[in-house]
């Protein structure tokens, strides 16, 4: 059982910047893709982006690529987001999630454990 835990979350002004963190209890952690979802006020969950086990592969979503940056650091069992030029729409609960398996997945349902979730609030 992989227990998760983002942290990095806050109030910022659009334009502004934030990092995710997301701390792993185990080591399986370095072992298996990882991804960073949202939650919109009154939305569905939505897909952010996913890295590869070994932080070699991304992938974003259209709303996100070029502003944040997923990565990860296997050696303290991390994952990060970073995330540039915030705007309003961008307030969302972020949730990280871990896979079982090595490789990039877009589906909520294809992760196994999920943090419990770090507010991020943007004001204009």
């Known amino acids: 059982q992989v227990q998760l835990v983002e942290s990095g979350g806050g109030l910022v002004q659009a334009g502004g910047s934030l990092r995710l963190s997301c701390a792993a209890s185990?080591?399986?952690?370095?072992?298996?893709?990882m991804g960073w979802f949202r939650r919109r006020p009154g939305k569905e969950r939505e897909f952010v982006a996913t890295?590869?086990?070994?932080?070699?592969?991304?992938y974003y979503a259209d709303f996100v690529r070029g502003r944040f940056t997923i990565s990860r650091d296997n050696h303290k069992n991390t994952g990060y987001l970073q995330m540039n030029s915030l705007k309003p729409e961008d307030t969302a609960v972020y949730y990280c999630?871990?896979?079982?398996?090595?490789?990039?997945?877009?589906?909520?349902?294809?992760?196994?454990?999920w943090g419990q979730g770090t507010q991020v609030t943007v004001s204009s």
């Open positions: 890295i590869s086990w070994s932080g070699g592969s991304t």
């Open positions: 999630a871990s896979a079982i398996g090595l490789e990039m997945r877009q589906g909520a349902h294809e992760y196994a454990y």
């Open positions: 185990e080591r399986t952690f370095s072992s298996n893709a």
